[in-house]
């Protein structure tokens, strides 16, 4: 092999490995950039947010657009409000409530919630319409916590991928039977037999297994082996994947893992190339 394939060889892996780790930092740079511009709800922006009331008469607090990472501080509030708008932030999580007797609707619009808390009923008993339209709730066991809000009568769940699920609107409408309004859509008493019917049966008791077996199951970043996999990674380098995740501790930084894997990189404090097939590799060192 000559000098100049060599070098040629050696200035090609040099650019690779160049770009890769501008990628790697250029992902870094935006990832902080947005968490830095996230907004933590305090005291503060709650006192100063716009209060109203709104068409139906109830006192509203808007809380729109501040980028807000998760519910907190609402005992500021002093439960004097019938609507919380919480429209348009990035909050993952539905929890983190208060006692709020007042609290009567809850928008959730356009955020990122592929969580809902337990014993909700404990803190905001008496909501009564819950809009999470635009989220990212995708297993139908996910959704078991609204069963204990026994007013609640109204909820939206649409642009979600949970509405892409079998039998999700008759699911919905049998474990949330004092619901009346489903996706802004009036609840037929057809479908309350529907749902009955189908839940109620062999079928439908293991069909309700499955759906609770699902919920329990997914963990963020659970997809890992199969997408490690398909890079082709050792055992080990999965291993390293498998426990970056683990250590992680918020779905941000599961995702910020997910996203390098995905590029082609494999998350840890320090790499080193390697070719295999032609193609430049990262690996731990």
Same mark, same amino acid.
């Given at each position: 092999?000559?000098?100049?394939?060599?070098?040629?060889?050696?200035?090609?892996?040099?650019?690779?490995?160049?770009?890769?780790?501008?990628?790697?930092?250029?992902?870094?740079?935006?990832?902080?950039?947005?968490?830095?511009?996230?907004?933590?709800?305090?005291?503060?922006?709650?006192?100063?947010?716009?209060?109203?009331?709104?068409?139906?008469?109830? @006192?509203?607090?808007?809380?729109?657009?501040?980028? =807000? /990472?998760?519910? !907190?501080? #609402?005992?500021? $509030? &002093?439960? *004097?409000?019938?609507?919380?708008?919480?429209?348009?932030?990035?909050?993952?999580?539905?929890?983190?409530?208060?006692?709020?007797?007042?609290?009567?609707?809850?928008?959730?619009?356009?955020?990122?919630?592929? @969580?809902?808390?337990?014993?909700?009923?404990?803190? =905001? /008993?008496?909501? !009564?319409? #819950?809009?999470? $339209? &635009?989220? *990212?709730?995708?297993?139908?066991?996910?959704?078991?916590?609204?069963?204990?809000?026994?007013?609640?009568?109204?909820?939206?769940?649409?642009?979600?991928?949970?509405?892409?699920?079998?039998?999700?609107?008759?699911?919905?409408?049998?474990?949330?039977?004092?619901?009346?309004?489903?996706?802004?859509?009036?609840?037929?008493?057809?479908?309350?037999?529907?749902?009955?019917?189908?839940?109620?049966?062999?079928?439908?008791?293991?069909?309700?297994?499955?759906?609770?077996?699902?919920?329990?199951?997914?963990?963020?970043?659970?997809?890992?082996?199969?997408?490690?996999?398909?890079?082709?990674?050792?055992?080990?380098?999965?291993?390293?994947?498998?426990?970056?995740?683990?250590?992680?501790?918020?779905?941000?930084?599961?995702?910020?893992?997910?996203?390098?894997?995905?590029?082609?990189?494999?998350?840890?404090?320090?790499?080193?190339?390697?070719?295999?097939?032609?193609?430049?590799?990262?690996?731990?060192?």
């Amino acid at each position: 092999m000559t000098n100049d394939s060599c070098l040629g060889r050696k200035s090609l892996q040099n650019s690779v490995y160049f770009k890769l780790n501008f990628l790697i930092n250029f992902s870094c740079i935006a990832l902080y950039l947005i968490l830095k511009n996230m907004v933590k709800l305090t005291a503060e922006i709650i006192q100063n947010s716009m209060q109203f009331i709104n068409p139906v008469k109830d @006192r509203e607090l808007d809380l729109r657009g501040y980028r =807000i /990472p998760e519910i !907190e501080n #609402l005992g500021a $509030t &002093g439960d *004097q409000f019938d609507t919380l708008d919480f429209s348009d932030n990035d909050i993952r999580k539905l929890d983190g409530f208060p006692y709020l007797t007042r609290l009567k609707c809850l928008l959730m619009n356009n955020n990122r919630i592929v @969580r809902i808390g337990e014993h909700l009923e404990e803190y =905001i /008993p008496n909501l !009564e319409t #819950l809009v999470l $339209t &635009g989220n *990212q709730m995708e297993e139908l066991g996910d959704i078991e916590p609204l069963s204990t809000l026994e007013k609640l009568t109204s909820l939206s769940l649409m642009f979600n991928p949970i509405t892409a699920k079998q039998h999700y609107r008759l699911y919905i409408i049998f474990k949330i039977p004092q619901l009346k309004l489903l996706d802004f859509r009036k609840i037929k008493l057809k479908e309350r037999d529907e749902a009955k019917m189908l839940f109620k049966s062999k079928k439908g008791k293991e069909i309700q297994k499955e759906i609770i077996k699902k919920a329990k199951t997914f963990v963020p970043g659970g997809n890992v082996n199969s997408v490690a996999k398909s890079r082709g990674l050792t055992d080990d380098e999965i291993k390293k994947i498998r426990e970056a995740i683990k250590k992680a501790n918020s779905l941000v930084e599961v995702e910020r893992l997910q996203k390098i894997l995905q590029s082609g990189q494999i998350p840890g404090n320090e790499f080193n190339t390697r070719q295999q097939n032609g193609v430049t590799r990262m690996d731990f060192e």
